[in-house]
């Protein structure tokens, strides 16, 4: 749910530079052949993350211990190699890997910003599509929490399609889709839930449901919260409580305003707490 600049290096690219560090010749070629073909479903690939229809690529249904030739002569174990070995391990696709993880920043885009990115996580996972395993669209980065609940589901419902924070509809980064409620008791209790805008389609509103509800977002989301309602409840009763309730609601819109990510906790947090009288009058105490 935070948007990122889609990484700069294109699938052709990442390809001969993976396929580079392949030291035998004929192996190299041998790869280098289905270049075509990789690039022909990167760009389908990124036509449909931009649109919202990955769920229609046809996914690679196999069983266990079974590796089929999925281009060409090439089968699928050579391209997950591809990724894990020349892409994770060796130069120069180790440099476009660790490019793609930078570039995300302290954020995981996936939870809003909660944790931090330290690997790149396959949107499509690399078992089913291992066409797109070194596709640097497909690759997003994922804190530790977000990179296991993913779990690698198969991907066959419009719903199931993950927000894509490269390519995705600009609504649902730009667009308020989660909202906060805060019950009115001592302790107070916040519970985040999905609110998207009525004019959106059945579909995307089902898919924002779906992210949320697959990465924990709601619990994720109220963690964060509590600990920082304590120390705006103190802040209340050490530099707030001789002022009017309008101060401490303009202070926590201010402090809203300053965020960016217009549904990541704080902003979402501070906005709802500003729009609440009962917390700007201090009456949590
Ligand atoms: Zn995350």
Redesign the pocket.
Known sequence: MKQLAAPNCTPEEAYMACTSAIIDDQQRERMRGVLPAISAIAAEFIDRASGGSTWQLPSLRVGRGEDPLVADDIRKSELVHLYEYYMVQREPGRAIYDSILVAAGDH??????????RTLDHYLPKASYPKLAIVPQNLIP??????T?KRNPLVDHPHQQLLHPYLDKRQFFEERWISVSVSHTVPCAIIYSVTPPEHWTDEDKARAANHFDL?GISK?YSVQAGSELGFLMDMHMNYFSRQSPEAFSDFLRSAANSVDMINGWKKVLYEALANNPWFCSGEFR
Not at 142 to 147: E, F, I, L, V
């Open positions: 995981c885009p996936t939870c809003g910003g909660i944790g931090q990115p994922a804190c530790r929490d977000c990179n609940d990465f994720r």
